[in-house]
């Protein structure tokens, strides 16, 4: 191939890659463990090379299904990112670079593989729908060393509470699994001004998203044959009630309704759902 004097140079070609599955790899799908590898390769191209046959584990053919072993040998045939793609994945990360400072949280537990912090009321956990950095960018502006940093579930950007983080794939996918299956119990403490009635143990009501003029999301109950509504089940237990938070002198609301503290237990995992279900009632939460 000619090259023209003072032209562009012509980009190198891309080569077969072999990587080798390590821990952190081990029990991915092979999709996507490609996905992550192949960032700004559209999906439609990885699954094409993989039903291609041109992907191979230890040689051999294998589908995007397959779950993948420590010391598996993945080849990877050639694949070429488009360079509007590519100047695009670095303009955002460069972006999240810039506006994400570096910042740590309350450790309330850490070990090699995972990390649980205390994350505040009005931090978002990731950036996103209007939200520039949250919780795991900073951390792994904090933590520029760690090779792994992965958010293991979510909380609403205006609840506090334990964030769990993983510092390995393989803890990742164990408790993202145990979460799947209901192994793990997740208890909120809400406190709502006025008193909670004690027979309302369980809020069973369909939530619906929608989106007012300005693009904001918000989520609202709905009648149960409403066909977009989303199952949505809340279980209620009053910890404590009265005008005066437990151990303490202070009033939480200036409110002759009072308060009442709640247990709350969710068993669907909808987006603001224990705030627009306790707000159905007529009992807002303190704060909201």
Do not use: C
Request: aromatic share 4%; proline share 6%.
């Amino acid at each position: 191939m000619k090259h023209i004097i003072g032209g562009n140079p012509v980009p190198a070609l891309p080569q077969v890659k072999t990587l080798t599955i390590d821990e952190d790899g081990a029990g991915q799908r092979l999709d996507n463990y490609l996905m992550r590898h192949l960032k700004g390769v559209p999906k439609t191209h990885v699954y094409r090379i993989i039903r291609s046959g041109e992907v191979r584990v230890n040689k051999g053919r294998a589908s995007a299904e397959t779950r993948l072993n420590a010391g598996d040998e993945v080849r990877v045939p050639p694949v070429r990112i488009s360079e509007r793609v590519a100047e695009k994945a670095q303009a955002m990360a460069q972006q999240v670079a810039s506006h994400a400072p570096a910042k740590e949280f309350a450790v309330l537990f850490e070990d090699d593989s995972l990390l649980a912090i205390n994350k505040p009321a009005g931090v978002a956990v990731h950036g996103g729908s209007g939200v520039s950095f949250g919780v795991i960018e900073q951390l792994r502006m904090a933590r520029p060393q760690a090779k792994f940093l992965e958010l293991v579930h979510r909380l609403d950007r205006e609840t506090s509470g334990i964030l769990l983080v993983a510092k390995r794939r393989s803890a990742l996918k164990n408790l993202q699994d145990q979460f799947r299956e209901r192994e793990t119990g997740k208890t909120y403490l809400a406190m709502v001004i006025g008193q909670w009635p004690a027979n309302k143990k369980v809020l069973d009501k369909p939530l619906l998203k929608y989106l007012l003029p300005d693009g904001e999301r918000r989520v609202k109950v709905v009648a149960k044959d409403d066909p977009d509504g989303m199952p949505s089940l809340t279980l209620v237990k009053v910890r404590a009630a009265g005008g005066v938070v437990p151990g303490t002198h202070q009033t939480p609301v200036s409110s002759d309704r009072g308060y009442s503290l709640l247990e709350v237990t969710i068993k669907t995992g909808r987006t603001h759902q224990i705030r627009v279900h306790l707000a159905s009632e007529g009992l807002p939460i303190v704060g909201d």
